[in-house]
């Protein structure tokens, strides 16, 4: 059909008519229905698939706690350690090429041992040096100002022999600053 000042005009019918306000809705929608489906599913896994049991052998472990000019803090990370079930194999302590090394007391624990860097060659380095020296098959990470107040590590350890896929495991963190003035 074509109006009176040359300008065609096409009628649109069936789908096509439809087919725009569809998208709107679905735009619309979108957020709701893919929010509903990840909490869902955040649901089916906390009470379906985290309740597995911690059965067999736990695998052993180190902990690696690197440093730079903070070996007091090193000290009490590696002590907040004592109380963990089931206890590291071996705890390492890496002084990053401190200016000052690190005083060890005499009743320091057997597990924990000092590795020093001959210059400050940073975190990544520090942590790869030491996990060359780990004589176990998995490795803890701690910076040197964290105090560990979970006791049971036994449902991370868990993972990794109930799953061999597993790579990497994390826990709760809180954040706890000593000597800070914040």
């Known amino acids: 059909f074509q109006a009176e000042d040359g300008i065609r005009d096409y009628k649109v019918t069936g789908v096509q008519t439809c087919a725009l306000p569809i998208f709107w809705v679905f735009l619309d929608l979108f957020p709701i229905m893919a929010s509903l489906l990840w909490s869902l599913s955040a649901l089916y896994g906390l009470f379906f698939v985290r309740k597995k049991t911690t059965t067999g052998e736990l695998p052993e472990y180190s902990v690696v706690i690197p440093f730079y000019a903070e070996s007091g803090g090193a000290l009490r990370t590696a002590k907040s350690l ?4 089931p206890p590291p194999k071996e705890i390492i302590l890496v002084d990053d090429g401190s200016p000052t090394p690190c005083n ?10 000092v590795l020093r860097l ?14 060359d020296e780990v004589t176990t098959p ?22 990794f022999s109930t799953n061999p896929g597993v790579g990497a ?14």
Do not use: F, Y
Not at 82 to 85: L, W
Not at 118 to 131: E, I, L, S, Y
Not at 169 to 182: M, Y
């Open 104 to 113: 060890l007391p005499a009743d320091l624990d057997p597990r924990i041992r």
């Open 82 to 85: 004592e109380s963990v079930t």
């Open 118 to 131: 001959p210059q400050n060659m940073g975190k990544a380095a520090a942590v790869q040096t030491a996990t």
């Open 169 to 182: 495991v994390t826990g709760d963190r809180k954040s706890t600053r000593l000597n800070s003035s914040h």
């Open 138 to 159: 998995i490795v803890a990470c701690l910076d040197a100002d964290t105090i560990v107040m979970t006791t049971d590590w036994r449902p991370m350890l868990s993972r």
